[in-house]
């Protein structure tokens, strides 16, 4: 088969995401591929006879589920070192916050990622991004935040690019005020104006897509998350924020009044957070992992996000500290144990609303002219994704229209 050829897989339930509320369910559906976009979506037997002409290739699917490829939209997946010594301090009655203060927490991982090359930390990561593959993840997003200094946030980008050669779309993130590093140990604002500095030379080297910032007590104040935006944008980057995870910092107000692409985490998002993020059609990533793994209790405002109609998403958030986790059908199933999202919900919000997450509207659907990324799933119905946990029913990948793995 030449690439451009056509190719129809068939014979398939699809959940196509195509409108605004439902699955979009389609029986006895079809997809018709050409050049790695899709070429024609709909019930195989509508497919229009012109179409059918130059078909090289038919995959039929024997009654199998597609989706759209997922969208992991929040991970901090390269960094040296793990973290259990801290989980078993946790356990014995320490917060995840005074591990924070006495110096653990980010700053061991921060530690342990300058110590180590490119290579290894290349070696570490991608058996990671490989067990989210096995899910059925097609795009990526990495943050850095473990290097704290140009050299060190530049390394652990590059990686982070290089994973794309497994056969995944990645985009990156720079997350430079994540903690403060050691050597800026009293002077907080000289690290963010060096962080602010970082920007234009990171986005010159092709190494950032977007520019994200943890607003919280222990981490950056509103005022430097603001400065921190504001050489965001002129360096022409788009931004998004860890904001309201331990404590409502107004934080997503701020964000929304620089158009960000989302607020993340937000259990303590106010009234004031979602209507401002609905204005600004900010997305909300909702991070079930790291409430599971921190123990929290405060739900975020999942039914005020819905009654504002702020597009809702989920992401593993995958990192050393509060989400060591690497399973996005675990996310599926915990939005709707914890956050009472439906499955559908939970499903939109690692396709479509992970895509727009990200500014990618070339994915997250199943429909004409977008990317023909997709898995096929041995389950009769959606809804089953969300519902099994140990169990994954990935039968295959599609990647740009060709069969991964
Ligand atoms: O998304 N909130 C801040 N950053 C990460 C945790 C990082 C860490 O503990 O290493 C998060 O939860
Ligand atoms: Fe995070």
């Known amino acids: 088969m030449t690439d451009g050829g056509k ?27 050409e050049g790695g ?16 002409e130059g078909i090289g290739e038919v995959h039929e699917l024997g009654g199998a589920l ?17 973290r259990s010594a801290e989980f078993e301090l946790r356990l014995q009655g320490a917060t995840y916050e005074e ?47 473990y290097g704290l200094s140009l050299e060190d946030e530049a390394k652990c980008l590059r990686v982070a690019r290089q994973l794309a050669d497994l056969g995944l779309t990645v985009r990156t993130t720079c997350l430079g005020a994540h903690a403060l590093p050691p050597e800026f140990e009293g002077r907080q604002d000289a690290y963010v104006d ?14 950032v897509d977007a520019v994200d910032a943890f607003c919280e007590r222990i981490a950056f104040t509103p005022a430097q998350t603001r400065r921190v935006f504001e050489a965001a944008r002129a360096a022409g ?3 998004k924020l860890h904001a309201e995870q331990l404590s409502d910092q107004g934080g ?22 979602v209507a401002a993020m609905a204005r600004a059609g900010t997305v909300a990533v909702l991070l079930p992992g790291a409430f599971y793994f921190l123990r929290e209790t405060k739900l975020p405002p999942v039914q005020a996000l819905r009654d504002a109609g702020v597009p809702i998403a989920l992401a593993t958030d995958h990192n050393p500290g509060s989400s060591p986790g690497l399973s996005l059908l675990l996310m599926l199933n915990m939005a709707c144990t914890f956050f009472r999202m439906t499955p559908e919900e939970a499903l939109r919000g690692l396709t479509v609303n992970a895509a727009r997450a990200l500014g990618l509207p070339d994915r997250g659907r199943l429909a004409e002219g977008l990317r023909a990324d997709f898995c096929i799933w041995d389950a009769a119905h959606p809804r089953e994704l969300a519902y099994w946990f140990g169990r994954n029913p990935l039968r295959q990948t599609v990647v ?3 069969p991964r793995d």
Request: a negative charge.
């Open 400 to 402: 740009a229209g060709r």
């Open 7 to 33: 190719v129809l897989w068939t014979g398939a339930t699809l959940a196509t995401f195509a409108a605004e509320r439902d699955w979009g369910l389609v029986a006895d559906g079809a997809l018709l591929v």
């Open 37 to 52: 976009v899709l070429r024609w979506v709909g019930p195989a037997a509508q497919l229009p006879s012109g179409l059918r």
């Open 99 to 145: 591990i924070a203060r006495a110096g653990g927490g980010i700053r061991s991982t921060v530690a342990a990622t300058r110590a180590a090359s490119e290579a290894a930390l290349h070696a570490l990561a991608v058996p990671r991004a490989r067990a989210l593959m096995a899910e059925g993840l097609t795009t990526l997003e990495v943050k850095s935040g």
């Open 194 to 207: 060096a962080v602010c500095g970082w920007l234009p030379e990171l986005k010159r080297q092709g190494l």
């Open 252 to 273: 997503a107000a701020l964000a929304a009044g620089f158009d960000a692409l989302s607020c993340d985490h937000l259990e303590w998002l106010s009234d004031e957070g």
């Open 237 to 239: 980057l788009p931004v």
């Open 66 to 82: 597609v989706t759209p490829g997922l969208i992991d939209c929040h991970t901090h997946l390269v960094y040296g070192g793990e």
